[in-house]
Protein backbone atom coordinates (compact mmCIF):
# COMPACT_ATOMS: atom_id res chain seq x y z
CA UNK A 1 0.00 0.00 0.00
CA UNK A 2 1.16 3.18 -1.20
CA UNK A 3 2.01 5.58 1.93
CA UNK A 4 3.70 9.10 2.82
CA UNK A 5 6.68 9.15 5.12
CA UNK A 6 5.94 10.50 8.66
CA UNK A 7 9.66 12.03 8.16
CA UNK A 8 8.22 14.63 6.43
CA UNK A 9 6.25 15.98 9.51
CA UNK A 10 9.84 14.97 12.22
CA UNK A 11 11.79 16.47 9.44
CA UNK A 12 10.28 19.73 8.99
CA UNK A 13 10.82 20.73 12.80
CA UNK A 14 15.20 21.05 11.53
CA UNK A 15 13.56 24.43 10.59
CA UNK A 16 12.44 25.33 13.63
CA UNK A 17 16.05 27.28 14.27
CA UNK A 18 15.74 29.39 10.84
CA UNK A 19 14.45 32.65 12.22
CA UNK A 20 13.68 33.77 15.91
CA UNK A 21 9.70 33.91 15.27
CA UNK A 22 9.82 29.78 14.61
CA UNK A 23 11.50 29.18 17.85
CA UNK A 24 8.30 29.28 19.39
CA UNK A 25 7.15 26.40 17.73
CA UNK A 26 9.43 24.29 20.02
CA UNK A 27 7.91 23.08 23.33
CA UNK A 28 9.98 24.34 25.99
CA UNK A 29 9.97 20.91 27.59
CA UNK A 30 10.68 19.20 24.47
CA UNK A 31 13.49 15.84 24.84
CA UNK A 32 16.75 16.26 23.84
CA UNK A 33 16.35 12.25 22.59
CA UNK A 34 13.43 10.19 22.23
CA UNK A 35 13.06 6.10 21.09
CA UNK A 36 9.88 5.60 18.59
CA UNK A 37 7.77 3.00 20.14
CA UNK A 38 5.31 0.54 18.58
CA UNK A 39 2.24 1.74 18.49
CA UNK A 40 3.30 5.70 18.12
CA UNK A 41 1.72 7.64 15.67
CA UNK A 42 2.61 10.94 13.58
CA UNK A 43 0.99 13.23 15.83
CA UNK A 44 2.30 11.78 19.60
CA UNK A 45 5.99 12.14 18.32
CA UNK A 46 5.67 15.70 16.95
CA UNK A 47 3.57 16.79 19.98
CA UNK A 48 6.83 16.02 21.96
CA UNK A 49 8.76 18.49 19.99
CA UNK A 50 5.96 21.16 19.10
CA UNK A 51 3.25 23.54 20.61
CA UNK A 52 0.84 22.31 17.91
CA UNK A 53 1.61 18.88 16.41
CA UNK A 54 0.22 20.22 12.93
CA UNK A 55 3.11 23.64 12.92
CA UNK A 56 5.22 21.45 10.31
CA UNK A 57 4.26 22.56 7.14
CA UNK A 58 4.40 26.23 7.78
CA UNK A 59 8.38 25.78 8.60
CA UNK A 60 8.32 23.45 5.90
CA UNK A 61 7.28 26.08 3.11
CA UNK A 62 9.93 28.61 4.66
CA UNK A 63 12.72 25.91 3.69
CA UNK A 64 12.29 23.85 0.57
CA UNK A 65 15.77 23.57 0.19
CA UNK A 66 15.47 20.70 2.66
CA UNK A 67 14.80 17.24 1.24
CA UNK A 68 15.95 13.51 1.65
CA UNK A 69 13.25 12.32 3.76
CA UNK A 70 13.72 9.31 6.09
CA UNK A 71 10.87 6.58 7.21
CA UNK A 72 10.44 6.37 11.02
CA UNK A 73 9.93 2.69 12.97
CA UNK A 74 9.90 1.39 15.99
CA UNK A 75 13.50 1.82 17.81
CA UNK A 76 14.32 4.30 15.41
CA UNK A 77 15.89 7.30 17.95
CA UNK A 78 15.23 10.81 17.20
CA UNK A 79 17.41 13.44 18.17
CA UNK A 80 17.25 17.28 19.11
CA UNK A 81 20.88 18.87 18.92
CA UNK A 82 22.11 22.49 18.18
CA UNK A 83 23.96 22.80 15.10
CA UNK A 84 26.04 26.53 14.97
CA UNK A 85 23.30 27.47 17.54
CA UNK A 86 20.62 26.27 15.48
CA UNK A 87 18.29 22.98 16.19
CA UNK A 88 18.60 19.96 14.41
CA UNK A 89 16.89 16.83 14.21
CA UNK A 90 18.68 13.36 13.73
CA UNK A 91 17.61 9.39 13.56
CA UNK A 92 19.51 6.93 14.41
CA UNK A 93 19.08 3.42 12.65
CA UNK A 94 21.54 0.25 12.51
CA UNK A 95 24.01 2.45 14.12
CA UNK A 96 23.96 5.05 11.73
CA UNK A 97 22.60 8.59 11.87
CA UNK A 98 20.52 10.21 8.97
CA UNK A 99 19.20 13.94 8.98
CA UNK A 100 15.84 14.26 8.67
CA UNK A 101 14.07 16.16 5.89
CA UNK A 102 10.42 17.43 5.39
CA UNK A 103 10.22 16.83 1.40
CA UNK A 104 7.15 14.14 0.90
CA UNK A 105 7.56 10.79 -1.45
CA UNK A 106 5.57 7.45 -1.85
CA UNK A 107 6.65 4.60 -0.86
CA UNK A 108 5.56 0.78 0.68
CA UNK A 109 5.35 1.43 4.43
CA UNK A 110 3.87 -1.46 5.80
CA UNK A 111 5.80 -1.39 8.99
CA UNK A 112 6.16 2.86 9.24
CA UNK A 113 3.93 4.31 11.90
CA UNK A 114 0.74 6.08 11.10
CA UNK A 115 -0.35 9.71 11.62
CA UNK A 116 -3.10 9.08 13.40
CA UNK A 117 -4.64 6.13 15.81
CA UNK A 118 -6.13 3.79 13.22
CA UNK A 119 -8.16 1.85 15.88
CA UNK A 120 -9.90 5.12 16.57
CA UNK A 121 -11.45 5.04 12.93
CA UNK A 122 -11.29 1.49 11.57
CA UNK A 123 -14.59 0.79 11.47
CA UNK A 124 -15.08 4.04 9.12
CA UNK A 125 -12.77 2.55 7.00
CA UNK A 126 -13.94 -1.22 6.39
CA UNK A 127 -17.16 -0.86 4.31
CA UNK A 128 -19.15 2.09 6.55
CA UNK A 129 -20.07 4.61 4.09
CA UNK A 130 -22.06 7.88 4.12
CA UNK A 131 -24.21 7.96 0.85
CA UNK A 132 -27.08 10.23 -0.61
CA UNK A 133 -30.36 9.18 0.93
CA UNK A 134 -31.69 8.66 -2.45
CA UNK A 135 -29.03 5.78 -3.42
CA UNK A 136 -29.81 3.69 -0.58
CA UNK A 137 -33.50 3.92 -1.33
CA UNK A 138 -32.92 2.66 -4.90
CA UNK A 139 -30.36 0.53 -4.37
CA UNK A 140 -30.97 -4.23 -4.39
CA UNK A 141 -32.46 -5.51 -0.87
CA UNK A 142 -32.77 -8.90 1.14
CA UNK A 143 -36.35 -9.94 0.46
CA UNK A 144 -35.36 -13.24 2.33
CA UNK A 145 -33.13 -15.96 4.28
CA UNK A 146 -32.58 -18.91 2.68
CA UNK A 147 -33.92 -22.00 4.18
CA UNK A 148 -36.77 -20.26 5.74
CA UNK A 149 -34.16 -17.93 8.22
CA UNK A 150 -35.80 -14.77 9.33
CA UNK A 151 -31.86 -13.98 10.43
CA UNK A 152 -29.55 -14.72 8.26
CA UNK A 153 -25.58 -15.33 9.25
CA UNK A 154 -22.00 -15.91 7.67
CA UNK A 155 -22.38 -18.66 5.37
CA UNK A 156 -26.37 -18.67 4.46
CA UNK A 157 -28.17 -18.08 1.38
CA UNK A 158 -29.91 -15.16 0.83
CA UNK A 159 -31.88 -13.90 -1.76
CA UNK A 160 -31.87 -10.39 -3.20
CA UNK A 161 -34.48 -8.00 -5.36
CA UNK A 162 -34.00 -4.60 -7.76
CA UNK A 163 -30.19 -6.31 -8.53
CA UNK A 164 -28.69 -5.08 -12.09
CA UNK A 165 -28.84 -7.27 -15.13
CA UNK A 166 -25.26 -8.00 -15.14
CA UNK A 167 -24.40 -7.84 -11.52
CA UNK A 168 -20.91 -7.18 -9.28
CA UNK A 169 -19.74 -10.42 -8.16
CA UNK A 170 -19.07 -8.77 -4.25
CA UNK A 171 -21.39 -6.78 -2.42
CA UNK A 172 -22.00 -5.03 1.29
CA UNK A 173 -24.78 -5.99 3.14
CA UNK A 174 -25.81 -2.42 4.83
CA UNK A 175 -28.29 -0.87 7.26
CA UNK A 176 -29.57 2.40 7.13
CA UNK A 177 -28.42 4.26 10.17
CA UNK A 178 -28.04 8.01 10.81
CA UNK A 179 -29.57 10.65 9.12
CA UNK A 180 -27.08 13.79 9.01
CA UNK A 181 -29.05 16.66 8.91
CA UNK A 182 -27.30 20.31 8.51
CA UNK A 183 -28.03 22.30 11.22
CA UNK A 184 -27.75 25.58 9.61
CA UNK A 185 -29.90 24.57 6.46
CA UNK A 186 -31.98 21.99 7.37
CA UNK A 187 -30.06 19.52 4.12
CA UNK A 188 -29.98 16.38 4.50
CA UNK A 189 -26.19 16.06 3.81
CA UNK A 190 -25.66 11.84 3.77
CA UNK A 191 -26.68 9.19 5.23
CA UNK A 192 -24.97 6.62 7.04
CA UNK A 193 -25.01 3.18 6.00
CA UNK A 194 -23.40 1.16 8.13
CA UNK A 195 -21.98 -2.68 6.39
CA UNK A 196 -23.19 -5.64 8.32
CA UNK A 197 -21.48 -8.00 6.22
CA UNK A 198 -20.57 -9.32 3.04
CA UNK A 199 -21.55 -11.52 0.24
CA UNK A 200 -21.19 -12.66 -2.88
CA UNK A 201 -23.27 -13.54 -6.12
CA UNK A 202 -24.45 -17.36 -6.60
CA UNK A 203 -26.93 -16.68 -9.51
CA UNK A 204 -28.29 -13.67 -11.15
CA UNK A 205 -32.55 -12.97 -11.72
CA UNK A 206 -35.47 -11.67 -9.94
CA UNK A 207 -34.90 -12.82 -7.05
CA UNK A 208 -30.64 -13.11 -6.85
CA UNK A 209 -29.25 -15.76 -5.00
CA UNK A 210 -26.61 -14.51 -3.21
CA UNK A 211 -24.10 -16.34 -0.05
CA UNK A 212 -23.17 -14.43 3.32
CA UNK A 213 -19.58 -14.55 3.61
CA UNK A 214 -18.73 -12.18 6.78
CA UNK A 215 -21.66 -10.30 9.06
CA UNK A 216 -20.94 -8.58 11.95
CA UNK A 217 -24.66 -8.55 12.81
CA UNK A 218 -28.02 -10.48 11.87
CA UNK A 219 -28.97 -10.08 8.26
CA UNK A 220 -32.48 -9.29 7.72
CA UNK A 221 -34.81 -8.89 4.99
CA UNK A 222 -34.69 -5.22 4.17
CA UNK A 223 -31.37 -4.33 4.07
CA UNK A 224 -29.57 -3.42 1.47
CA UNK A 225 -27.20 -4.19 -0.83
CA UNK A 226 -24.31 -2.00 -2.15
CA UNK A 227 -21.30 -2.59 -4.70
CA UNK A 228 -17.96 -3.44 -2.80
CA UNK A 229 -15.64 -0.59 -3.00
CA UNK A 230 -11.79 -1.04 -3.32
CA UNK A 231 -11.06 2.24 -1.24
CA UNK A 232 -7.61 2.64 0.11
CA UNK A 233 -7.01 4.54 2.82
CA UNK A 234 -3.51 6.15 3.63
CA UNK A 235 -2.26 5.90 6.79
CA UNK A 236 0.02 8.71 6.38
CA UNK A 237 -0.52 11.61 6.00
CA UNK A 238 0.43 15.11 6.86
CA UNK A 239 -1.69 16.97 9.37
CA UNK A 240 -2.24 20.73 7.91
CA UNK A 241 -4.68 23.96 8.34
CA UNK A 242 -6.44 24.17 5.22
CA UNK A 243 -6.39 26.32 2.94
CA UNK A 244 -9.56 27.58 2.36
CA UNK A 245 -11.23 29.61 5.39
CA UNK A 246 -13.58 26.68 6.85
CA UNK A 247 -16.09 26.97 9.51
CA UNK A 248 -19.22 24.57 10.32
CA UNK A 249 -20.85 22.91 13.26
CA UNK A 250 -20.66 19.44 14.43
CA UNK A 251 -23.79 17.46 13.11
CA UNK A 252 -22.93 14.13 14.80
CA UNK A 253 -21.02 12.27 16.91
CA UNK A 254 -20.67 8.44 16.38
CA UNK A 255 -21.69 5.33 18.29
CA UNK A 256 -23.98 7.67 20.42
CA UNK A 257 -21.96 9.28 23.11
CA UNK A 258 -23.42 12.38 24.21
CA UNK A 259 -20.38 13.96 25.29
CA UNK A 260 -17.33 14.30 23.32
CA UNK A 261 -13.64 13.42 23.91
CA UNK A 262 -10.41 13.21 22.72
CA UNK A 263 -10.44 10.18 19.71
CA UNK A 264 -14.31 10.37 19.43
CA UNK A 265 -15.13 10.37 15.89
CA UNK A 266 -17.50 13.46 14.59
CA UNK A 267 -19.42 13.95 11.58
CA UNK A 268 -18.84 18.08 10.55
CA UNK A 269 -21.21 19.97 7.68
CA UNK A 270 -18.37 20.74 5.64
CA UNK A 271 -17.01 18.79 3.12
CA UNK A 272 -14.84 19.13 -0.35
CA UNK A 273 -16.83 21.59 -2.12
CA UNK A 274 -16.04 23.71 1.07
CA UNK A 275 -12.08 23.06 0.31
CA UNK A 276 -11.81 19.61 3.04
CA UNK A 277 -9.71 17.24 2.71
CA UNK A 278 -8.00 14.45 4.28
CA UNK A 279 -5.42 15.56 7.02
CA UNK A 280 -6.99 19.02 7.71
CA UNK A 281 -7.04 20.21 11.27
CA UNK A 282 -9.61 22.31 12.46
CA UNK A 283 -10.42 24.09 16.08
CA UNK A 284 -13.18 22.91 18.10
CA UNK A 285 -14.71 25.84 19.67
CA UNK A 286 -17.59 26.14 22.38
CA UNK A 287 -21.29 26.73 21.00
CA UNK A 288 -22.07 30.24 20.86
CA UNK A 289 -23.35 30.92 24.35
CA UNK A 290 -25.97 33.59 25.11
CA UNK A 291 -25.93 35.47 28.68
CA UNK A 292 -28.22 38.08 30.43
CA UNK A 293 -26.73 41.43 30.98
CA UNK A 294 -27.98 42.36 34.23
CA UNK A 295 -27.43 46.06 34.11
CA UNK A 296 -28.28 45.90 30.23
CA UNK A 297 -32.01 47.36 28.87
CA UNK A 298 -34.50 46.61 26.24
CA UNK A 299 -32.66 44.94 22.72
CA UNK A 300 -29.45 44.85 24.53
CA UNK A 301 -29.74 42.57 27.53
CA UNK A 302 -28.54 39.35 25.50
CA UNK A 303 -24.94 39.41 25.11
CA UNK A 304 -23.52 36.09 22.89
CA UNK A 305 -19.77 35.44 25.09
CA UNK A 306 -16.01 34.72 22.67
CA UNK A 307 -16.17 31.07 21.59
CA UNK A 308 -13.60 29.19 23.67
CA UNK A 309 -11.36 26.66 21.82
CA UNK A 310 -12.18 23.36 23.42
CA UNK A 311 -9.80 20.71 21.06
CA UNK A 312 -8.92 19.95 17.60
CA UNK A 313 -9.81 17.51 15.51
CA UNK A 314 -8.47 15.85 11.84
CA UNK A 315 -10.29 15.32 8.79
CA UNK A 316 -10.13 11.66 7.99
CA UNK A 317 -12.86 10.89 5.55
CA UNK A 318 -14.38 13.59 3.24
CA UNK A 319 -16.89 13.87 1.14
CA UNK A 320 -19.03 16.53 -1.23
CA UNK A 321 -20.75 18.41 1.90
CA UNK A 322 -20.21 16.98 4.95
CA UNK A 323 -16.77 15.02 6.70
CA UNK A 324 -15.81 12.76 9.23
CA UNK A 325 -12.78 13.62 11.62
CA UNK A 326 -11.31 12.31 14.54
CA UNK A 327 -10.35 14.40 17.95
CA UNK A 328 -7.02 14.54 18.69
CA UNK A 329 -6.54 16.82 21.44
CA UNK A 330 -9.87 17.94 23.87
CA UNK A 331 -9.43 20.40 26.65
CA UNK A 332 -12.80 19.63 28.07
CA UNK A 333 -15.87 17.67 27.51
CA UNK A 334 -17.22 19.10 23.62
CA UNK A 335 -20.94 18.37 22.55
CA UNK A 336 -22.83 18.36 19.29
CA UNK A 337 -23.53 21.94 17.79
CA UNK A 338 -20.36 23.18 18.58
CA UNK A 339 -18.46 24.72 15.92
CA UNK A 340 -15.17 24.02 13.59
CA UNK A 341 -12.60 26.45 12.20
CA UNK A 342 -9.11 26.94 10.64
CA UNK A 343 -6.40 26.39 13.55
Not at 97 to 108: C, G, I, N
Not at 153 to 178: N, Q, S
Amino acid sequence: MLKHTLAWALGALIAAGTASADESMLRDDHPQRYTVQPGDTLWDISDRFLTEPWYWPEIWHENPEIDNPHLIYPGDVIRLTLVDGEPRLTVERGGGTVKLSPEVRVEELDDAVATIPLGAIRPFLTGDRVVDPGVLEDAPYVVAGGDERVMSAAGDRVYARGMPGDPAEDWDVVRREEAFVDPETGDTLGVLARRIGTSGIEASGDPATLRLAEVNREVLAGDRLLERLDSEFRSHFTPRAPDANVRGVIMSVMDGVNQIGQFDVVAINRGTSDGLAVGHVLAIDEKPRTVDDPYAKGDEEAVTLPPEKQGELVVFRTFDRMSLGLVMEATRAMAVGDTVRNP
